[in-house]
């Protein structure tokens, strides 16, 4: 059963960038058809797909965070990163990675906890 757990700041000043860390057990993050997605979800909003890293290392980027997103990966540690530069109070959300299998469909399989972050001075 793989488990994923975000690790992240918690209140990021304006302006600044904030990181959070995926750490992956139970499963790697370079198996076959895996995709593994940053994912927020502001206060009355809906869920917004930041990106995601694929098995091979591809990432793709939302179009509208593009500019302002970094997303990485460590296979020694079995992490991916998220960075987000520049936030504003817009940016406060729950942030959650999440593992999206990919074979004759689509479907998010397994979710992590979610880690809020509020951007304020």
């Known amino acids: 059963q793989v488990q994923l757990q975000e690790s992240g700041p918690g209140l990021v000043q304006p302006s600044q960038t904030l990181s959070i860390i995926c750490t992956v057990s139970g499963g790697s993050i370079t198996t076959n058809y895996r995709y593994w997605n940053w994912i927020r979800q502001a206060p009355g909003k809906e869920l917004e797909l930041i990106g995601y890293v694929d098995e091979s290392g591809y990432i793709y980027y939302s ?3 593009k500019s302002r997103t970094s997303i990485s990966r460590d296979t020694s540690k079995n992490q991916f990163t998220l ?7 817009e940016d406060t959300a729950v942030y959650y990675c999440a593992r999206e299998t990919r074979s004759y469909g689509s479907w998010y399989d397994s979710w992590g906890q979610g ?3 509020t951007v304020s001075s």
């Open 115 to 117: 880690t809020q972050v």
């Open 83 to 89: 960075r987000l530069y520049s936030v504003t109070p």
């Open 63 to 65: 179009p509208s965070l």
